[in-house]
């Protein structure tokens, strides 16, 4: 039984993986923006068997907000054996590229927003010594892409600090996991035009997450044959990349 | 929109569907408007385990409802669930199994939603004793493009709650159903079967069993020809009253893609079919199994649907009252084998009196017969066309939720109570099926 902090926890991903934690009875503290979502969830997690699953309501661009979020869980849980963030959204990047307003807007949700909660999260788990923070990035952080730059670059930002986050956290106990999906049918997704072969249910994301926390891994490509894809991508010479339609 | 469009089962017709996905509760409502605003109708989609075209929208436009995944409340004292409509059979088997619980009627999948099988009445090897899906359906939520939601159950708006269960998804948008569950101390079944030699054989069998076994059912071999005409397996099981409570987990097999054309032929089916029937001993065979491999073969292999190529295939489910039904179900196998065509398994099942609220619902006491056809014209009209005589002299009737061929005259002489499912229908809502035999 396991005590789970969920940021964005109506994230298709995210209710995946708590899925199979309340499974094992864990009890959630569930932080997302829409109340009637959130209670959805949590009615979910406890009909599949969580101890409990309370729910908290932040919109995670109040950056102010977020350290009475925290301890409002800490009251709640006790103490956080795993924390995954999982908020997101997908921009239009023709919007970006016309409105700077807006590309803003979108970076401080899927990068600064990140950044700045994970600064007293990780002070706090240093201080506790033990536990995990699970953080969604994407495959699309490894590389900037002439059409999804704007989201590209948020995820590398979360990235890369959490790699630096990592090694600070090492010393001190508490395991720092990269999560970089593929293409996953989620609501973001819903209406681009992925390609079939290459797009995989949120479950299959889940298992990967959840074993990849059991095992302490640093980062995890998901579904696997992303890390090869990967490898690929980052190794096209730059010359190439910038005349490729991707 | 997403641009990856869905089919029925049988992916016969031919009318890709563009699925606009509904992910929360609170966004159906929204969603089914604007679908209606933009294309004239919708419908809603489950898991498109339909096999013909009732789960298509005339508009070609659906509203997938699978996202609506999530159970709202369980009540594992009594056994009453109460989850949204895109929640699979599996998944609630899931958890209910490790609870003492089990579905108290299943089809012979188990990746059908809730929706989908309250939408169709569904039925099981258990319809002699227990009805069907509808007679164990407590209440539910319906969401109307001219109304707002609206809970039904038999008490409270119960024309609506009769004209639902069975109601083709034509009255609305189900966006959670109440269900009683089954009680079960194991998991596992004590299963049962036996060869018999010919269609009288069966009807000895299925008296002598039916009262005394919570499920049965019998494979045929439709190929089969003069004195053995109607032979197969005769399979029956109950719940074990001991034993483990345990979800099953086998790994699947799947068919990755669809060939040009349909393996099933009469020289693979002929001989699978003859393999079949005789690799079972001919005495009473008795196993403890799991209820996966007893209620869901064929679920081994996902998208076994494919191995009938590009052209689909038909289902053919009839079902014939009792006074006629041996000598309509010779005549039918009669006709099948002449032709050399069907499926690897036909299942012939008795049907019990257990009456459904539902207005549409279509088991009647007596037989159903239920087998595949690789979609060949003109093999398949002129076929069906003789069939569906030998049904209608029968007073039997076809079951929609696997057709893609019955005429109009004939559905609304199968089902005479469809103007009032017409007078309920959501003005919104239309499928392909609907159009065919009411309004073309
Ligand atoms: C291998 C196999 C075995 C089968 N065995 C049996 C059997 O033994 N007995 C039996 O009765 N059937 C059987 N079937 C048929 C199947 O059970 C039904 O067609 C079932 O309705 C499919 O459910 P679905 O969720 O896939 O719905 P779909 O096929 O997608 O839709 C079916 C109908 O339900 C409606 N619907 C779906 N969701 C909703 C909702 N939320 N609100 C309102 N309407 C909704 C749709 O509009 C449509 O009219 C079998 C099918 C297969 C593939
Ligand atoms: N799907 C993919 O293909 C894919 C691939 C790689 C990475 N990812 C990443 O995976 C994560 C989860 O996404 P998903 O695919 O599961 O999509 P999703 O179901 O749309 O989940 C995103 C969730 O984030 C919530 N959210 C967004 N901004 C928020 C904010 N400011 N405050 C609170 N909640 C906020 C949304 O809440 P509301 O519903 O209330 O708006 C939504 O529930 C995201 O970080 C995404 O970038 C997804």
Redesign the interface.
Known sequence: MKKIVIIGATS?IAIACARLWAAEQSEFFLVGRHQ??LQ??S??LV???AQAAHSYVLDLIDFQQHAAMLTQALQTLGQIDVILIAHGTLPDQHQCEQDVHYALQEFNNNALSVLALLTPVANHMAQQGFGTIAVISSVAGDRGRGSNYLYGSAKAAVTTFCEGLRARMFKVGVHVLTIKPGFVAT?MT????LP?KLTVSPEVVAKDIVQAIAKRKDVLYTPWFWAWIMKIIIHIPRGIFKKLKL | ????TLSSWGQYPAFPQAAR?C????ELSTNLKQLINQFGNTLAYGNGRSYGDSCLASSDHVLATR?LN?????DWQNGI?R?EAGVSLAELLQ?SIPQGWFLPVTPGTQYVTLGGAVANDVHGKNHHVRGTFGCHVRCFELLRSDASAQICSPQDHSDLFNATIGGLGLTGIISWIELQLLPIQSSLIQSYSTRFNNLAEFFQLAAEHDSQHEYTVAWIDCLAQGKHLGRGIFIYGDHAETGELAVHHKAKLTVPLTPPISLINSMSLRAFNTVYFHKHPPSLQHALVSYEPFFYPLDAISHWNRIYGKSGFQQYQCVIPSASAEAAVHALLQEIAAVGSGSFLAVLKRCGDVPSPGLLSFPLPGVSLALDFPQLEPLNTTLFSRMDSIVRAAGGRLYPAKDAHMSANDFRHFYPKWSSLESLRDPGLCSRFWQRVTLA
């Open positions: 298709a009637d979502k959805q969830t009615a979910d009909a599949r068997g609501p819903a209406d681009l035009n079939a | 929109m997403s641009a990856t996905p992910f929360w509760r609170s996202g999530r159970f709202i409340a369980a669930i989850a958890l």
